[in-house]
C-alpha cells in the first residue's frame, strides 16, 4: 500500500480514522472525515506507541496490518489454522491464556500457527471438550472461565522462539538469513552526495554473506540485487527457507545530523518479548559500540513486521547514521562496510557460544 500521512484524503483515510476511533482514540472534532489532520496523526502516534512500532504518524503496511489486526476481539470470529495464518489480538489473546495455563503454544505473536493449533488442542482435551482444534463459542466460554487447577497441567516457562536458541555453538551449518533493508524504488534512508540506505544495506548483507559462508553457515540473501520486495515477500522468502537466525540489516537517520550511532532491534509486544532475540540484539549492538567506537544506542524490543513475521529468530541492525556528517561519510568506505560486518559477525558467535 501507498503510505497514507497528514494531509491525505480519502476513503483510505475514513477506513483507518473509523478503526482508531474504534480502539477508543480520538481523530479530532470533525471524526471520521477522510482528512488526515494534525488530531488523526496524533492518534496514529499513539497507536503505534502503544503497538512498539515506529511512532512516524505514518500509516505504512506494518501500521496498517497492525490497526486491522487490533481490531480483532476474541469471540468475534472463529479462529483456527489456515494457510495463510490468522493473525489479530484474538490470537495474541489466545495464545496469552494458553501460555499462562501451561500448554505450550509458541511465542506469543499473534500469528496462528501449528504450535497454537496443538496447544489449542491440548486445552481442549484437558477441558473435556470435543477436540477440533478450533476457538469456537464452547472452547472459548471454557477458556474465560476455567481455572488453572482445573487442567492438571504443570506450569511451564513460556517458550521462545526456535524453544529460545539454536542447539549448536558455531556457524557452521547453522541456516542464517540475511535481508538487507529497502531496494529498487524503494532507497530507504538518503545521506549525503547520493548514498543510499537500500545500497549500503546490500554491501553490508553481501559482505557478511561471504563471512558466514567461509565459516560454514548456510546463507540466505533475501535481496540479492538493487530490486524491490515487499515485507510479505521477504517474510515468505525466510520462512520458505526455514531459517533460523535472520537479520534485517538497515542504516539510521534522522533530521539531527547531530544523531550518531549503533542500535539493534528483538521482537516485543508490550506482554511478550524473544529472549533469544534480545540476548543476540545486545551481542552485536556490544560488538559494534566496541569495535567501530560508535555510540551506543543499546538494543530495543520492538513489533516491526520483520521481528515478528520470520519463524526463525530474529532481530533488526541498524549499525550507524547515513546523515551523521562523519559517520555518513565513513559508510562510503568499503573498509567500513567490511568492518560493520565483522561487528556483526563477532555478536553472532558470540551469541551461538553462550547459547
Ligand atoms: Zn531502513
Same mark, same amino acid.
Given at each position: 500500500? !501507498?503510505?497514507?500521512?497528514?494531509?491525505?484524503?480519502?476513503?483510505?483515510?475514513?477506513?483507518?480514522?473509523?478503526?482508531?476511533?474504534?480502539?477508543?482514540?480520538?481523530?479530532?472534532?470533525?471524526?471520521?472525515?477522510?482528512?488526515?489532520?494534525?488530531?488523526?496523526?496524533?492518534?496514529?502516534?499513539?497507536?503505534?506507541?502503544?503497538? $512498539?512500532?515506529?511512532?512516524?504518524?505514518?500509516?505504512?503496511?506494518?501500521?496498517?496490518?497492525?490497526?486491522?489486526?487490533?481490531?480483532?476481539?476474541?469471540?468475534?470470529?472463529?479462529?483456527?489454522?489456515?494457510?495463510?495464518?490468522?493473525?489479530?489480538?484474538?490470537?495474541?489473546?489466545?495464545?496469552?491464556?494458553? &501460555?499462562?495455563?501451561?500448554?505450550?503454544?509458541?511465542?506469543?505473536?499473534? *500469528?496462528?500457527?501449528?504450535? +497454537?493449533?496443538?496447544?489449542?488442542? /491440548?486445552?481442549?482435551?484437558?477441558?473435556?471438550? &470435543?477436540?477440533?482444534?478450533?476457538? %469456537?463459542?464452547?472452547?472459548?466460554?471454557?477458556?474465560?472461565?476455567?481455572?488453572?487447577?482445573?487442567?492438571?497441567?504443570?506450569?511451564?516457562?513460556?517458550?521462545?522462539?526456535?524453544?529460545?536458541?539454536?542447539?549448536?555453538?558455531?556457524?557452521?551449518?547453522?541456516?542464517?538469513?540475511?535481508?538487507?533493508?529497502?531496494?529498487?524504488?524503494?532507497? %530507504?534512508?538518503?545521506?549525503?552526495?547520493?548514498?543510499?540506505?537500500?545500497?549500503?544495506?546490500?554491501?553490508?548483507?553481501?559482505?557478511?554473506?561471504?563471512? $558466514?559462508?567461509?565459516?560454514?553457515?548456510?546463507?540466505?540473501?533475501?535481496?540479492?540485487?538493487?530490486?524491490?520486495?515487499?515485507?510479505?515477500?521477504?517474510?515468505?522468502?525466510? &520462512? !520458505?527457507?526455514? +531459517?533460523? *537466525?535472520?537479520?534485517?540489516?538497515?542504516?539510521?537517520?534522522?533530521?539531527?545530523?547531530?544523531?550518531?550511532?549503533?542500535?539493534?532491534?528483538?521482537?516485543? &509486544?508490550?506482554?511478550?518479548?524473544?529472549?533469544?532475540?534480545? !540476548?543476540?540484539?545486545?551481542?552485536?549492538?556490544?560488538?559494534?559500540?566496541?569495535?567501530?567506537?560508535?555510540?551506543?544506542?543499546?538494543?530495543?524490543?520492538?513489533?516491526?513486521?520483520?521481528?515478528? /513475521?520470520?519463524?526463525?529468530?530474529?532481530?533488526?541492525?541498524?549499525?550507524?547514521?547515513?546523515?551523521?556528517?562523519? /559517520?555518513?561519510?565513513?559508510? !562510503?568506505?568499503?573498509?567500513?562496510?567490511?568492518?560493520?560486518?565483522?561487528? *556483526?559477525?563477532?555478536?553472532?558467535?558470540?551469541?551461538?557460544?553462550?547459547?
Amino acid at each position: 500500500m !501507498r503510505p497514507v500521512s497528514r494531509g491525505s484524503r480519502g476513503k483510505e483515510v475514513l477506513d483507518i480514522q473509523t478503526r482508531l476511533r474504534g480502539l477508543g482514540l480520538e481523530v479530532g472534532r470533525e471524526g471520521a472525515d477522510g482528512h488526515f489532520g494534525p488530531q488523526t496523526e496524533l492518534a496514529v502516534r499513539a497507536f503505534q506507541q502503544a503497538r $512498539l512500532l515506529l511512532a512516524d504518524g505514518v500509516v505504512g503496511e506494518n501500521t496498517w496490518a497492525e490497526l486491522v489486526e487490533a481490531g480483532y476481539q476474541l469471540g468475534e470470529r472463529l479462529v483456527y489454522l489456515r494457510i495463510p495464518p490468522m493473525r489479530g489480538d484474538d490470537v495474541l489473546d489466545l495464545q496469552r491464556r494458553l &501460555n499462562s495455563f501451561g500448554f505450550d503454544s509458541g511465542p506469543e505473536d499473534g *500469528i496462528f500457527g501449528s504450535l +497454537t493449533e496443538e496447544a489449542l488442542m /491440548e486445552f481442549q482435551r484437558n477441558a473435556g471438550l &470435543n477436540v477440533d482444534a478450533i476457538l %469456537g463459542e464452547s472452547t472459548l466460554d471454557r477458556l474465560q472461565r476455567v481455572h488453572k487447577a482445573e487442567l492438571g497441567v504443570p506450569g511451564r516457562k513460556i517458550p521462545d522462539r526456535m524453544g529460545g536458541y539454536v542447539g549448536r555453538s558455531a556457524l557452521e551449518g547453522v541456516k542464517i538469513s540475511l535481508d538487507p533493508g529497502h531496494g529498487g524504488t524503494d532507497r %530507504g534512508h538518503l545521506g549525503a552526495e547520493g548514498l543510499t540506505e537500500k545500497q549500503i544495506n546490500l554491501d553490508l548483507a553481501r559482505r557478511l554473506a561471504d563471512m $558466514l559462508s567461509a565459516r560454514g553457515a548456510e546463507v540466505l540473501l533475501v535481496r540479492e540485487s538493487d530490486s524491490h520486495l515487499g515485507f510479505s515477500e521477504r517474510a515468505e522468502l525466510i &520462512n !520458505r527457507w526455514e +531459517t533460523e *537466525i535472520n537479520l534485517a540489516l538497515h542504516h539510521n537517520a534522522n533530521t539531527s545530523v547531530r544523531a550518531q550511532g549503533a542500535a539493534t532491534y528483538y521482537f516485543a &509486544n508490550g506482554t511478550y518479548f524473544s529472549e533469544a532475540g534480545k !540476548r543476540l540484539a545486545g551481542y552485536i549492538v556490544k560488538e559494534l559500540v566496541e569495535g567501530l567506537g560508535r555510540t551506543d544506542l543499546h538494543t530495543h524490543g520492538r513489533n516491526f513486521s520483520c521481528l515478528r /513475521e520470520p519463524d526463525g529468530l530474529s532481530v533488526m541492525v541498524e549499525p550507524g547514521f547515513i546523515t551523521h556528517p562523519a /559517520e555518513g561519510a565513513a559508510l !562510503r568506505r568499503p573498509q567500513t562496510i567490511e568492518a560493520e560486518a565483522e561487528a *556483526i559477525l563477532r555478536g553472532l558467535e558470540r551469541y551461538l557460544r553462550r547459547s
